[in-house]
Every structure is written in structure tokens, then in C-alpha cells.
């Protein structure tokens, strides 16, 4: 309020906070103004004495105040608490002779009298000063003190709520609620009953306490339903499947745990939490696991309550109070269950009849009879129940008619809902059809109108309230066979939400107060102010059922009454009634009651006295008025009251009473207009209190308002709510008039109304105690929340217009006919319609428009707060903008009504046939050219074409078809207009382009417009939110021409039927997209133009084998073409390339169940979906493996076989057989040589060869390895011409394929990739670019999945990104960087040349491992890498075309770059003296290849080289024996060159050691160490680098020991060398020098490394011939 004009300055205690009091309400009274320095805040009084709170914290005491040590004279004047400066409190609360006060910590702070501990303190009968009292919790470790929100006062007790909203109590009684038998209880202790709920507020009475608790809110709801208890692990529901119904019990009786957990506390019958406490006279049935018999004293057996020991276990227990049936059937109620579940009807009509019987006699003593009980307002139900309800409390309604419902004959349930969006929802088979809104599956809380009346029947009445909390059954047994219940009769109504729990939007929850709430009572009962409609009294808080569901939102409690008051502005009060303080006549007084004001008066504020009542309220103009209601109060009564016992007290009162002394109902105070804006009043004693504010600026004033304004909208909804909308439901009509769909809309829309309704519930709750506590602008919610509400109204008014085009309101118009009578006045009254005789329909339209009415209300009175404020404030700037927030929403509000009302005449007028299937609830009618405006061009002469758009489609209607195009996938373009004098639109849809004519540029420009408008917002999600074709006038929209839709292909062609959801472009897919064919057919990917285009995913159902097949990769033209995999549904797996979406070019072919073990692999050259070309397959079943020619699936040309056990042969092949020519070699080196004719089977001509050369010349038949027959001559060779013979048994490789013919479809892939026709035949520059083109779009399509890459690889990936300059002589610097970047290309399958280096690999694996590890296949297996060098080798010298030919010189710079390479490294092998290098494939291309071939390669090597090896490994094994001397003498070294000493590593270093004669394996160390490392080395030039190393170390070290230089000659050498080579212990020497052999660089032979490697051979042949004995 700072920021208010005048009152800026003197924010003066003269404005706000004045308090007024007063005793009685006889005309003559006016009350007297207490004179305070500051405003006051709140007011508590107790019998004589009051305590007050003002602004700063203060608190002041008046009155009669025994306790303080100066005896002060009554009537002086407020004196301040001095204890208590220096705290800031916050609340305060008096007692009947004690007084409570909070700190703004949540400190507590009491005193006054504390003969019963009322004050907390231990040994003090009064307490004079405030004094604190810690509340602390030793549950927790360590104990902790409870901060407090506030307190509520007795005579004997004090109650505190903490800050947890728990409850803590002290003092005497059992009002106190807590289980101890002791008093007084001084230490605060927790009231244990209430523990985990929310309590609201607390109410202390003289002798009773009241609290307001919160219903277990929607978290309890959102947590996911526990199936088992948490104890002992057992189900706590079963269900059971009979012949035409489902039995759901949840009868678990948990062995460990009496107390409900709170998780079943869902069940919402907060009753049902009762520990197990039942008394003796109770049998205890296995499923009571609370049981309501709360009286712990036996004398009482007939408690109301105990109707809830329910229907437990099926079988009916008599009722408690007839013994003899007690005896009979107390035993039979657990074993009733087995023979029969369901008691027959009679069973059930007879323990009802006995419920009611015993009720009756108490009933009708009670007087007033059942009226009392149910006064008939609105909003109660008003038939003429048995008394049966108000007896059972409802429990036994409860459980049988909740069965009932939730079994409805459906063999299921959705036990738990599926949202927990509102937490009332009930049973979703009950709503046949409507599964729209989770607040259409909710039952009505209040109860419905009765129609007939039958004992089971009505029991349905009051439990209208247990089925809202349905989430699960009730807590007791539910088994009552629905069938009988079908037969007692009463026609079943359909259940529909109308209260939304929970809030109108989740977050709603938490910033609005609820209304969800539950009043709990405990203390002394004896003049029925706990309200459970008996006298008992009750130790323990207990829930009053019959004000669930009355959204009570605050509680006050007098000496012996209690009052409640609701959201819709009503008070319930029961208790003592002797002075009228109940505010009506009617008795019992044990249960709750309306009081009775009179019509249009909404009471906001409630207090009650000794013996009176004090109820602020609204009336008919913004200022409050107050009513009174209770005993008169006498002049002088004070001194008497002073003087008298209570005893003699009581009986005067009454005598007075007689006279008259008090009111009947409550009488309105004349004088409350003077006092200016009351906010709240205040009764205890026999005294009252308001306390008002002047009107500054007229702020108050509008505050009143706004608050005024919500409440009594609100009372207005729930008129509507209760009287009209819930009947209507109700009726059993409705389904029949309106039709499923209707129907649902209206559920719908009652569930919105409901939303809407509790909202502003909540809103006037909210806006109410802002009033009472704070009266500022920071505190309404309508400003920070207001999306909450304008979310509200939106969702309301959507409903509202789906309802009306679907012309649900001419469709009720009959029900409502036959429900309302002829004569409308209710609902002419509620819709405000002052027209004469309107129609029903339009009733009924303004009935449900006029909720969007308030908006403006809204608006207006924001407004006129904003102006009791300073233009520049933020608080006029929120008021102002929250004003224009609603404003904006009304007009769009009116907009879409009218929108609504467009569309629904233009039903009316539309041919029928159409309309069903075109009218949507959600569709509205944007323009149509009925007025011919726009025509078809080259449309038939007779034909009519007939546009009309929609919000979400444009429908083409013809004379008796129509083609709905939805706007999503609409194209619409102007077509120029150059002197046709046409004014045409082109209109693109997926599968159809037309040209649409206008009359006139006026309607051209229109139609465009409002298409293009339509479009955008159907693309923009607001479907619903269109705008008229006016708003837009002013500016042009044009929707975007790509788009994101879905889209069902219609016409004939591959895609018929198929959906499409992606990307499109101008009327095609185009970009990533999903296409879903109704035979399960899906291709995931890209598009382009419309077909699949890019990488993408497809999955083809295989109907035989009811398995997929998937494939994987690239397409073009709605074909795969390009690297794919495809996994057949047989299992075969294909990786390769396709064109034209057949297996095209180079691919591989797994088959077989599991790729792992599959039988056969095949790898090489396909040609349209064959296999053609060269190709290797491995048949794994077999053991064999051809590599060879391919045609049309069959072998066909020259081709080799190995097999498992070592055969060989190559030769040729005709019709996938061995036919004609051919070798075949066995393992043992027996060779034939001749004719084949089949596989293995020799077939004319040949020679066949032993092992020993004796060979046979002939012509052969048979199989191989088994009888050959034979007619020939057999040669024994002479030992002469044994060379002859042996060179002509192994001239292998004649008939294989030449390796230059291998793979040639993997080397013109990577030919084609680089964009040249055939070997480098193309643009260089054309090459780069693919390169680039290539890695970048593997690099996004690597981006969508990240998963596949490593950090490293990307890393490469951005320097392959940067192309080395390719053109222009080439130095060593530029060698240097292409070597570089060939060895990076190399490195990721992304790039063209890395892409070929593995699939080369992949072959050549596949080729020479396993079966393929044959000796014989060496040659051709060295020969293959050559090829392979001398193939990429081209590709590069294509990319960089000015690299010199194989074996051309690259000049040296005059500096020498050699010097900085390391050695080791790849090119140290070129370190030759001469200032040049070499250029050669090997060089280049061997250290990126040779690496990843090396195993297999290897391997043949090792195996070639076997008999060798042996004898030399032999021969090491047994020289190595030798110590060194023995070792350098036997090999003839000279002693020169014997070393002396030997550094040692473990000593000083420079320290040696003698060379023993015994010392083994120390000479020339070193060199031995470096030697070893050839094997770990792969290419040739750095096997002979390792050479080289080697002999550099012998050198150092002889030349440290004849400490002079020194050259070699290769007699002195040859010896030392074969030393090192011997202590080597190199297993596969002779496989190593092979390898260098084949593989070496030819430039390299004559020179030092030649030298060097001759010497090692050299070695290796020495050690192998050696003869040592």
C-alpha cells in the first residue's frame, strides 16, 4: 500500500485495522471503538478477557486478567505484553483464562491460567507473563523443535499446528486427542491420530477440538498403486472371475501392522485409518483392519459409526446391538465366506431392515425426523430417504453400491486410473463410450436426485460422496453380487465427473487453497458439538462424513458449538443450541445443519462465542454486513457474571431464556454499515469483536469487490452445476437423444464446467482470506497465476463450441424439455434471460455461455484496483497487464463463438448425406463457395464443384462425393494472371494438383488468404484457434512451403494406403520421413522429390516366415542403391553394394541361421541380384573354399578349392562343377595333373606324381581318396633328372585367376565414387569434390547417431576436411603431407580410399583365414598385395597427379629433412646417402596396408616355411645351450672381438663385470634385444631397419672395445652376426626373411639394407645346414 497516493505519508492507524466490540445484538447496542497506536491484526477473546495483535508484532491484553501479579481494575484500557518485545508475533490465541502467542520463528509463547497445564508448564497454577513452551519432536535423532503456525486456545487444552501441519496438544481432557490416561499432560505431544494428513486448521471449544484437514490430495493419487502391503508382501487385492461379473477383494489382513499405512489411506474414508481398537461386543473379521467402534467403552454398543463394520467378507454380521443374532452369526462372519460369497437376497433385505430398525427409535427422538436432517437446499438432495442413511453414516451404501458400479458387469476395470489428473475419478467402465477426460470417469459427490425408493436403492444416495474417492475399492470387503442388486431395483444413472480434484491444472494444487477437505472432531460429545449425531464422547479425532465433499474452508468452535464454513458461502453448525447460537431451530443438533439466512446472503467469516455466533457476510452491496445469532445480552449480566457460580449461571440463563432472550435464526446487526469495511470479527465470552477499514482511495472498497464478485459466482456455478447440468446428466434419456458422440462432448464439457467451477472455488477461497489476513495486491493470485484461469476459460469455451457445431444444444433441447417442465423459470433465472418465452435451446446456450461473462468481470475490476495506484507502480503496471491478459482473452473468446455459431448454421443449411461424416466437434467453417465465387477449372459443364475450408481441411464437394484434402499438406499458389484473364490458385496435394478459378481479383486474393491463413495455423498446432477470415485482413501470411505432416496415401500405385509422417516440400516428401504401409512394409529415412532417397531403413514384413526383412543403407529413386545391408527373414545377411535395388557390384552373402556359425559366407562380385565375377566362398559345412569365377550363381572359369584336410586344386570350372583342366595336390605333395570331370572325380588324361617323384601317365576315372581305376605306365624318374621332375610337378597358379583380375568390382567402386566412368578416366578436381561431398554427409549422418564414432575418429574426420594441394611439382615437404594424408584416408571407412583399404582387407581375410590357410595359396596370396599396392597406387597418383611413376625420383632439398626422422619410423628405410628419394607404391602405400594383412599373410608363410624352420629351430635350441665363449669360439669369432667385461644394470653404473667362462647370454646384448624386435614389425622396410639397428649396436660395442674406429670386413662380420642371430631365438626366421624377400622395395636391393638382409639370410641357411655334433 506504500505506493498509494494520499495515505503515503500517514500510512496512519486511522485507516485500517480499527476494532469495534460489542455484547449482544438488541437494537440498542453500538458498539465502542478500542483507541489503538497501531492497526490491529487479530483479535482472540476468551471468557473476560481478549488479547490482540497489531501491526509490528505487538500484542496487547484487556479485559479481566487474574493472573498478573498487579491486580489490575477490568475495564482499563489495553496493556502491552512487554514479555513479548523484541519478538515478532504473528498469531496469537486465547482460551477460556489463558492466552497463546506465535513468534514469526514458530516459537510459542503462553500464559494465564495453568491449573491443567493448559500453558504447557510443569508446577505453575498460573503463569503471569508470556512465557515459551517448546514443542519438540523426539522421533527425530536428536530431537528437534517444531516451529508453529499457529495455535487455538481451550478451557482445559491448547492445540498447536506446526509448520509440517501437524497437530501438537497440551493440557487436560480428552479433547486433546492423544492416547495417554494421565493428566494434565504439561510436556506438548503430537496428536499421533492425525500424523501424515494435512491439517488445515485447528478450533478449540471449551471442552472439544475441531481441525480442518486436507483430503489426501492427488500426490498420493500420482504415486504408483501399491499392489502388495508393504508388511507382509501379500496381495491386497485378488480378483476373481465369475460367469458374468468380477469379484475384486481387498480383503488382506496384514499379521504385522494394525495402523493403515498411508498409502491405503488413499481410500480417502478417513474413518478407516482407525487403529484396531474395536470393542468387545465387536466379532473381528479377518478384513478389519480398522474398524470405526472408536468408543472404548462397551456401554455404548449402538455408536452410528459402527454401520461401517460393513459388508465384511461377503457375509453379513447382524447387527451389534440384537445379542442372540450376535452369538449366531458372530462365529458364521468368517465362515460364511466359504460356502457362498454371496448371500442370497432375502439375507440382505433383512440385516438392512434390522440397521434401520434400530436407528428408528433414535431417529425419531431426536424429533424433526429425517427433514432435519436433510434440509432441503439446493444443493441437498431432496427425496424422502429412509432413515437408513443418516443411521449407516453410509458405509454399508458405500461398499455395496461402489460394487455395484465398479463391477457393472464388465469382466474389467481399470482398477487405477490411467491419469492422475483428477483424483475423483471413478470407474471408467461406468461411462459406456466416453474416454475422452479423466473428469468424465467421476462420480457426482453431492447426492442425486432420488427416483425411487427401495432399501438398497436408496442406499446409493449419501455414497454418491464414497465413489468419489474411488480409487480402489473401499477399505472394507466389497462383495455383493451385482445381479441382486440389479434386482432391488432403481434404474442405474450414468456416473459423470463433476468435481475435479485436485485443481483445475496440475500446478494449481499448489498455489490454490483446496476445497478438498475433511472435518475431524474430538473431546467431550455431550451437547453434540462433535457432530457425529450422538452424545459419546470421543478420545481420539474422528472424520464428520457427513460434511465430506461440502468444501468446508473454515472451522470455528464456541464453549459447546461448532461452526463450518464452506467454499459456496454456507455454515453448518451443530452443538449445544440452548441461546440459538446454531443459527436454526432444528434438532437433533448432533449433526451438522445449515443455518438459516435468508436468500442471496454469502457468509465469509465465522465466530463463535460462550454462547453466541457472529457471521460476516455479503449482501446486496459491497460492504460486509454482520449477523448475529445466540442470547441477548442483559445490561449488568457482567457484575452478575462475576459473581455467580457456574451452577447457579446455568439455570438463571435458561429461566431467561424462556422469556425470549435469544434468536431464532440470525439477525442481521443494523449498526454494521457505520463501520466502515469489516474484514473479519471475532466472538468469545459474551463478547464480539470486527475489526474494518476505511475506504482509502477506494482500494478496500475494490477489493471487497473482486472478492465479493467470486463468491458469488461461484454459488452461481455450483447452481448450475447441481440443478442443471447434473440432472441432465442423469437422465436416462440423454443417451438415446444425443448419440455417442454428442454425448461424450457434453461429459466433456461438464468436466471443463467442473474444472472451471472448483477453480473459482479456490479463487474466492483464496480471495477471502486475503481479505481477513492481508488486504494487499501482492497476495492475488489472479495476477502471478492468471494463465491458470485464462487456461481455464479456453479449455471451457473449446468444449463449449465442439458442443454447439455438433448441435448438442438443439439435441438436449427435448430432455431438457422433459426434465424442466413446460415452464423454464429455474433455468431462466440461472441463465439471467430476461427475454419473454425464449427457446429452450437458446436457454440452454446462455445458460452454459455464461461462465465467459465473469471474464470481463475480471477485467473490470482489475481495473479499477490498477487505479488506486500510481500510473508508474509495478503494482498497476501487473493490474493493467493482467486486465488486458482477460480482455484479449474475451475478444478471442467472442471470436471463436462466433465461429462456432457460423459453423453451426452452416450444418444446418448443408445436404445431409455429407455432413455425417464432415462434421468434426473440432471443425469450423472458415469460408465456402456455395456462392459459385470459385470454381473448377475444366470442370464437366453439368458438374457442380462446391470449395468449402475448414480449419483443417479444404473439402472438394461434388454432386454426390466429396474429397476432404487436410490443410497440412496443402499447397496453394496464385497463378499469375498475364492476359488470361483468369484469376486462377494452383493447389498441390500429395497426390492431386488442380487450378481453382475465382469470380473476381476481390475473391482470388480472399480465398488465397484464407487458405494460407488456415493452413499456417493448422500447421502451428492451433487448429482450434483459428481466426476469422476478417482479423487477418491486414497482414499477408504465407505458410511455409516445407512442412512437417502426416499423410495417408488413396490413390492406386505403390504407395496406396501407405501413411507418411516427415518432412515435405511443395506437395512431395522430401527430407527425413517415416512411410508405413498397411501390410507392416516401413522405410525410415530420407526423401527426395517423393521417393526414398538417402540413407534409410527398411522393414518388409515376410508373411511365410513371420519374420522382417530389414534393410540398411542408401537409396535413390525409391530403390536402394548404393552400400547397404540387408538381413533376409531366412537369416541371410547381404553387406554390399545394390543398384536399382538388386545386389549390384561388390557384396557379401552370409547364410545361415546365425551369422556366427553360418554355413556358407560368400564375398566378391554381384551382377543384377547374381553372382558374377570373381568371388570366394567359404563352405563351412563342407570345409572347402572356392576362390574363382563366378557366373549367374554358378562356378564358372578357372577357380582354386581348398579344403579342410589340406587338398588343393586349380583348374577350371564349367556348371558350378570341376570340369575340364586341372591340378590337385594333396597334403603329402601327391600331384595330379589332367582331366576333371566333376568335383574330385578324375575324368581322363593325366599325370599323377608321388611324394617321391615316381609318377603315372595315363587316363584316370574315380573319385579322389577313393579307388582310382587307372590305365597307364607308371616312371620310376633316374636320380639325374630328378630337377626335371620336381619343377614340373609344382607349376602352380597357371590356372587360378591373376591377381590382377581380383576384385576389380571393389577398386571401380571406389573408382565410380571418386565420379570417373572407368580407370581414371575423369576430373581431378571432380574426385576432391566427392571426396569432400562424401565425408560431410557421413559426418551429419554420424551426427544423428554419435553412438557409432569414437572422439579420435571425428578428430580425423576434421583433418581429412582440410584437401593437401594436389597440383604443381612435388618436393619431399609435399611427399611428406600426401603420405600423411593417405595413412589418415586409410583410417576411416568414410573416406573413398579408406572405404577400399577395408573392404580390400575384409576380403583378403576372408580369402586367406580358416580353410584358406593353405601353404600352397603363398604365392598367389604375396602376388594379390602387389596387385593391390600397384591398383591404389594409380587411384593416387590420379588424386595427386603430378607424383612421379613407380620407381621415379623425388630431388632431396640440399638440407637434409633425414636427419629428423627417428629411426624405426616408416621411412627411415630411404636414409640412403643419395641427396633423393624414390617413389614407389611400397614405400607409400605398404605401412597403411601390410599392418592390417599381416596375420594371414604370415600365417601362409609360417606354413610354406614349416620343414625348414624346424631344422633350424633345432639346431638354435641346441647351440643356445653353450655358455657365450664357448658359443663366440665354436663360431670362429675372432678372440679380438670377445668382450672382457659387461656393463652390469644393477651396480653403479660404469661398473662391469668380468666375463666369466660360464656366463651365458650376456655378450652383445644389446644387439641380440634389437634383433628380437623384427618380429613385432610388419613391412619389409622396417623388418631391415631393425637389420640395420642391429648391426649398428655389434658395431659400438666392438668399438668400445678396441676403443679405436674400425671397418668391417664380412670375414670378421659373418661370425659376430651369427652369434646374435643364435641368441635371437627368432621361432619363424626363416618366414621373416621370406617376407622381406617377396615384399621388399626393389629400389632398395643393392643398396646398405640389401647388403645387410643378404647377410641375415645368409645366417638363417648357415644355421640351418650346420652339422654340430
Given amino acids: 500500500m506504500e505506493t498509494q497516493r494520499k495515505s503515503s505519508g500517514d500510512d496512519g492507524g486511522g485507516e485500517r485495522g480499527l476494532l469495534h466490540t460489542w455484547k449482544g445484538y438488541s437494537c440498542s447496542v453500538t458498539p465502542e471503538r478500542l483507541l489503538l497506536p497501531r492497526p490491529v491484526l487479530q483479535v482472540a ?59 514469526e520463528d514458530g516459537g510459542v509463547h503462553m500464559w494465564g491460567d495453568n491449573g491443567a497445564g493448559q500453558c504447557g508448564l510443569s508446577s505453575l497454577s498460573s503463569v503471569p507473563n508470556p512465557t515459551p513452551v517448546a514443542l519438540v519432536d523426539s522421533d527425530t535423532s536428536p530431537p528437534q523443535t517444531v516451529p508453529v503456525l499457529e495455535l487455538a486456545c481451550g478451557q482445559q487444552h491448547t492445540l498447536a499446528l506446526s509448520v509440517q501441519r501437524e497437530v501438537w496438544a497440551w493440557g487436560s481432557g480428552c479433547q486433546l486427542g492423544l492416547n495417554v490416561s494421565v493428566f494434565p499432560v504439561w510436556k506438548p505431544q503430537k496428536v499421533e491420530h492425525l500424523a501424515g494428513r494435512y491439517v488445515l486448521q485447528v478450533a478449540c471449544g471449551a471442552s472439544h477440538s475441531v481441525a480442518l484437514v486436507r483430503c489426501l490430495g492427488p500426490l498420493d493419487v500420482h504415486r504408483p498403486p501399491v499392489d502388495k502391503c508393504g508388511q507382509c508382501n501379500q496381495l491386497l487385492y485378488t480378483m476373481t472371475d465369475k460367469e458374468d461379473h468380477v469379484i475384486i477383494s481387498d480383503s488382506h489382513y496384514c499379521p504385522l501392522g494394525v495402523e493403515l499405512t498411508e498409502d491405503e489411506g488413499r481410500l480417502e474414508a478417513p474413518a478407516l485409518t482407525q487403529g484396531l481398537k474395536t470393542s468387545p461386543s465387536e466379532p473381528v473379521l479377518p478384513s478389519q483392519t480398522s474398524t470405526l467402534a472408536n468408543n472404548s467403552d462397551p456401554s455404548h454398543p449402538q455408536d452410528l459409526e459402527k454401520g461401517d463394520s460393513s459388508l465384511a467378507n461377503g457375509a453379513l454380521p447382524a447387527s451389534d446391538s440384537d445379542p442372540s443374532a450376535e452369538s449366531a452369526d458372530g462365529g458364521g462372519a468368517v465362515a460364511g465366506v466359504k460356502n457362498s460369497p454371496y448371500p442370497d437376497e432375502q439375507a440382505v433385505k433383512d440385516y438392512l431392515k434390522k440397521l434401520s430398525d434400530n436407528t428408528q427409535a433414535e431417529q425419531t427422538a431426536k424429533a424433526g425426523g429425517l427433514h432435519a436432517l436433510l434440509p432441503s437446499t439446493g444443493r441437498e438432495t431432496s427425496s424422502t430417504l429412509n432413515s437408513l442413511v443418516a443411521s449407516c453414516a453410509s458405509a454399508v451404501g458405500e461398499r455395496v453400491a461402489s460394487t455395484y458400479e465398479a463391477l457393472s458387469l464388465k469382466k474389467m476395470m481399470n482398477f487405477y486410473l490411467p491419469s492422475g489428473a483428477s483424483r475423483s475419478a471413478g470407474i471408467t467402465g461406468a461411462v ?587 500447421l502451428n498446432g492451433a487448429g482450434q484457434d483459428t481466426a476469422s477470415v476478417s482479423s487477418g485482413a491486414g497482414q499477408k501470411l504465407e505458410p511455409p512451403i516445407s512442412r512437417t505432416a ?76 548404393g552400400l547397404g545391408t540387408y538381413r533376409y527373414a531366412s537369416g541371410e545377411v547381404y553387406d554390399g553394394s545394390f543398384q536399382d535395388g538388386m545386389r549390384h557390384g561388390h557384396g557379401m552373402l552370409r547364410s545361415g541361421k546365425l551369422n556366427t556359425s553360418s554355413p556358407s559366407v560368400f564375398i566378391g562380385q554381384w551382377l543384377q541380384d547374381k553372382k558374377t565375377g570373381y568371388g570366394v566362398f567359404d563352405d563351412i559345412t563342407k570345409g572347402e573354399k572356392y576362390m574363382g569365377m563366378w557366373q549367374d550363381h554358378l562356378r564358372q572359369g578357372t577357380g582354386v578349392v581348398v579344403t579342410q584336410f589340406g587338398l588343393y586344386y586349380e583348374g577350371v570350372f564349367k556348371d558350378n562343377k570341376m570340369m575340364g583342366t586341372g591340378i590337385l595336390l594333396s597334403e603329402d605333395d601327391t600331384t595330379y595333373e589332367g582331366e576333371f570331370s566333376d568335383d574330385w572325380t578324375l575324368n581322363g588324361k593325366g599325370v599323377l606324381t608321388m611324394a617321391n617323384g615316381d609318377y603315372l601317365e595315363g587316363s584316370f576315372g574315380g573319385e579322389w581318396g577313393s579307388g582310382l581305376k587307372v590305365t597307364g605306365s607308371y616312371f620310376k624318374p633316374h636320380l639325374f633328372d630328378t630337377d626335371k621332375e620336381k619343377t614340373h610337378a609344382v607349376k602352380l597358379g597357371r590356372l587360378c585367376v591373376c591377381a590382377e583380375d581380383k576384385w576389380q568390382a571393389v577398386f571401380d567402386e571406389c573408382w565410380s565414387q571418386l565420379g570417373c566412368e572407368a580407370l581414371g578416366q575423369g576430373e581431378n578436381s571432380k574426385a576432391w569434390e566427392n571426396i569432400a561431398v562424401a565425408l560431410t554427409t557421413s559426418r551429419r549422418h554420424i551426427e544423428h547417431s554419435p553412438e557409432l564414432l569414437s572422439r579420435t575418429h571425428s578428430k580425423t574426420l576434421e583433418s581429412l576436411e582440410v584437401i593437401p594441394q594436389h597440383e604443381g611439382p612435388i618436393t619431399m615437404e609435399r611427399y611428406d603431407t600426401i603420405r600423411l594424408y593417405l595413412i589418415k584416408a586409410c583410417d576411416t571407412p568414410l573416406h573413398p580410399l579408406g572405404r577400399l583399404v577395408e573392404t580390400l582387407v575384409a576380403v583378403y581375410r576372408m580369402t586367406y583365414v580358416g580353410v584358406g590357410a593353405n601353404r600352397r595359396l603363398l ?126 644394470s644393477m651396480p653403479a653404473p660404469g661398473e662391469k663385470q668380468q666375463v666369466l667362462s660360464s656366463t651365458k647370454d650376456a655378450c652383445f646384448a644389446t644387439a641380440v634385444e634389437t634383433l628380437q624386435q623384427i618380429s613385432t614389425t610388419f613391412t619389409p622396410s622396417d623388418k631391415l631397419q631393425v637389420i640395420k639397428l642391429t648391426f649398428e649396436e655389434i658395431t659400438q660395442e666392438v668399438q668400445s672395445l678396441l676403443k679405436q674406429d674400425f671397418l668391417w670386413s664380412m670375414d670378421d662380420l659373418f661370425p659376430v652376426f651369427l652369434y646374435v642371430v643364435l641368441r635371437a631365438r627368432i621361432r619363424n626366421l626363416g618366414s621373416e626373411v621370406s617376407l622381406i624377400e617377396d615384399l621388399m622395395d626393389p629400389c632398395v636391393q643393392h643398396g646398405e639394407h640389401g647388403i645387410m638382409f643378404t647377410t641375415l639370410k645368409a645366417c638363417y641357411y648357415q644355421i640351418q645346414h650346420e652339422k654340430i655334433h
Fill in 432 to 1018: 459406456p463410450g466416453v474416454g475422452d477426460n479423466t473428469t468424465e470417469r467421476v462420480r457426482q459427490e453431492d447426492s442425486m436426485q432420488a427416483k425411487k425408493s427401495s432399501s438398497t436403492g436408496d442406499i446409493r444416495e449419501e455414497e454418491a460422496e464414497g465413489l468419489r474417492r474411488r480409487l480402489s475399492l473401499p477399505g472394507l470387503l466389497s462383495q455383493v453380487s451385482p445381479r441382486l442388486l440389479r434386482k432391488a431395483g432403481r434404474p442405474r444413472m450414468r456416473a459423470v465427473a463433476l468435481t475435479p480434484l485436485g485443481g483445475a491444472v496440475p500446478e494449481a494444487q499448489e498455489v490454490l487453497p483446496t476445497l478438498q477437505t475433511e472435518v475431524w472432531s474430538w473431546g467431550h460429545g455431550e451437547h453434540g458439538q462433535l457432530g457425529h449425531g450422538d452424545n459419546l464422547a470421543r478420545l481420539q479425532p474422528l472424520c464428520i462424513k457427513s460434511l465430506n465433499n461440502k468444501e468446508v474452508v473454515r472451522v470455528a468452535a464456541g464453549a459447546h458449538h461448532s461452526l463450518a464454513l464452506t467454499a459456496q458461502s454456507q455454515v453448518f453448525s451443530w452443538g449445544s443450541n440452548s441461546s440459538g447460537q446454531l443459527g436454526h431451530m432444528e434438532s437433533p443438533s448432533t449433526v451438522p445443519r445449515l443455518a438459516k439466512m435468508s436468500e442471496g446472503i454469502r457468509v465469509w467469516d465465522v465466530s463463535a462465542g460462550e454462547r453466541h455466533t457472529l457471521l460476516l457476510a455479503d449482501g446486496d452491496c459491497i460492504q460486509p454486513i454482520i449477523y448475529y445469532s445466540g442470547q441477548q445480552v442483559k445490561e449488568g449480566t457482567e457484575e452478575n457474571h462475576a459473581k455467580e457460580t457456574g451452577q447457579q449461571q446455568e439455570e438463571e440463563e435458561e429461566g431467561e431464556q424462556r422469556v425470549g432472550g435469544y434468536t431464532q435464526q440470525p439477525v442481521l446487526l443494523p449498526f454494521c454499515m457505520h463501520l466502515g469495511y469489516v474484514s473479519s470479527v471475532f466472538a468469545g465470552g459474551r463478547r464480539c469483536v470486527a475489526l474494518s477499514d476505511r475506504n482509502v482511495m477506494g482500494f478496500i472498497a475494490s477489493l471487497h469487490e473482486l472478492a465479493s464478485a467470486e463468491r458469488k459466482f461461484y454459488c452461481k456455478l455450483c447452481n448450475i452445476k447441481t440443478q442443471i447440468i447434473r440432472p441432465l446428466l442423469e437422465l436416462e434419456s440423454l443417451s438415446s437423444a444425443l448419440g455417442q458422440v454428442t454425448l461424450g462432448l457434453l461429459q466433456t464439457l461438464a468436466g471443463r464446467f467442473s474444472l472451471m467451477c472448483h477453480l473459482t472455488g479456490q479463487h474466492a477461497a483464496s480471495l477471502t482470506s486475503n481479505l481477513r489476513r492481508g488486504r494487499d495486491v501482492k497476495s492475488l493470485l489472479i495476477l502471478d497465476h492468471a494463465d491458470i484461469f485464462l487456461d481455464s476459460y479456453h479449455e471451457y469455451c473449446i468444449a463449449l463450441g465442439n458442443f454447439q457445431v455438433m448441435g448438442g444444444f438443439q439435441a438436449l433441447t427435448k430432455p431438457s424439455l422433459d426434465f424442466f417442465g413446460k415452464s423454464p423459470e429455474l433455468l431462466q433465472r440461472l441463465a439471467e434471460c430476461s427475454e419473454e418465452n425464449p427457446a429452450m435451446a437458446d436457454l440452454l446456450v446462455a445458460l452454459f455461455c455464461l461462465p465467459t461473462r465473469h471474464l470481463h468481470e475480471y477485467g473490470r475490476l482489475l481495473l479499477k484496483l490498477a487505479t488506486c495506484f500510481e500510473v508508474s507502480s509495478s503494482d498497476y503496471q501487473r493490474l493493467q497487464d493482467s486486465c488486458s491478459k482477460f480482455e484479449a482473452l474475451v475478444l478471442q473468446l467472442k471470436r471463436k463463438r462466433k465461429e462456432a455459431e457460423y459453423t453451426f448454421h452452416f450444418w444446418k443449411s448443408f445436404p445431409g448425406k455429407m455432413t455425417d461424416s464432415l462434421r468434426k466437434p473440432h471443425r469450423r467453417l472458415i469460408c465456402e463457395s456455395s456462392n459459385k465465387a470459385l470454381t473448377l477449372q475444366n470442370a464437366g459443364r453439368f458438374s457442380v464443384n462446391w470449395f468449402i475450408l475448414f480449419n483443417d481441411a479444404l473439402v472438394h464437394a461434388q454432386f454426390s462425393t466429396h474429397h476432404v484434402f487436410p490443410l497440412a499438406t496443402l499447397w496453394v499458389e496464385p497463378i499469375p494472371e498475364e492476359n488470361t484473364g483468369l484469376y486462377g490458385l494452383k493447389v498441390i496435394t500429395p497426390e492431386e494438383t488442380f487450378t481453382l478459378l475465382a469470380c473476381s481479383p476481390m475473391e482470388k486474393a480472399k480465398w488465397l488468404r484464407s487458405i494460407n491463413q488456415a493452413v499456417d495455423q493448422a
Fill in 45 to 103: 477473546l476468551g471468557t473476560r478477557h481478549g488479547v490482540l495483535l497489531v501491526e509490528g508484532g505487538q500484542v496487547y491484553s484487556f479485559g479481566d486478567l487474574p493472573w498478573k501479579q498487579s491486580q489490575v481494575p477490568e475495564l482499563a484500557k489495553p496493556t502491552l505484553e512487554s514479555a513479548l518485545s523484541g519478538q515478532r508475533v504473528v498469531a496469537v490465541a486465547a482460551g477460556s483464562f489463558h492466552s497463546g502467542a506465535v513468534t
Fill in 1419 to 1544: 604365392p598367389q596370396a604375396v602376388n594379390e598385395i602387389k596387385s593391390y599396392l600397384y591398383r591404389i597406387f594409380q587411384i593416387v597418383r590420379f588424386l595427386f597427379q603430378d607424383l612421379p611413376e613407380e620407381g621415379g625420383v623425388i630431388p632431396e632439398p640440399t638440407t637434409n629433412v633425414q636427419d629428423e626422422t627417428e629411426p624405426g619410423s616408416t621411412d627411415a628405410q630411404l636414409d640412403s646417402p643419395k641427396p633423393s628419394r624414390v617413389v614407389s607404391s611400397s614405400a607409400l602405400l605398404l605401412p597403411v596396408l601390410l599392418p592390417r594383412l599381416y596375420p594371414p599373410l604370415f600365417t601362409l608363410y609360417a606354413l610354406d616355411k614349416e620343414k625348414e624352420d624346424d631344422v633350424y629351430w633345432e639346431c638354435v635350441l641346441r647351440l643356445n645351450k653353450q655358455p657365450d665363449l664357448a658359443l663366440l669360439a665354436f663360431l670362429g669369432v675372432q678372440q679380438k672381438f670377445w668382450p672382457v667385461s659387461i656393463p652390469v
Fill in 1046 to 1121: 502426416s499423410y495417408t496415401f488413396y490413390k492406386d500405385g505403390r504407395l496406396k494406403e501407405a501413411t507418411y509422417e516427415g518432412r515435405w516440400l511443395a506437395g512431395k516428401p522430401n527430407g527425413r520421413g517415416v512411410l508405413k504401409w498397411p501390410d507392416g512394409r516401413i522405410y525410415t529415412g530420407e526423401f527426395k522429390n517423393g521417393l526414398e532417397d538417402g540413407f534409410g531403413e527398411f522393414v518388409a514384413p515376410n508373411k511365410t516366415l513371420n519374420k522382417n526383412d530389414h534393410y540398411q543403407g542408401h537409396w535413390k529413386d525409391g530403390k536402394m542403391h
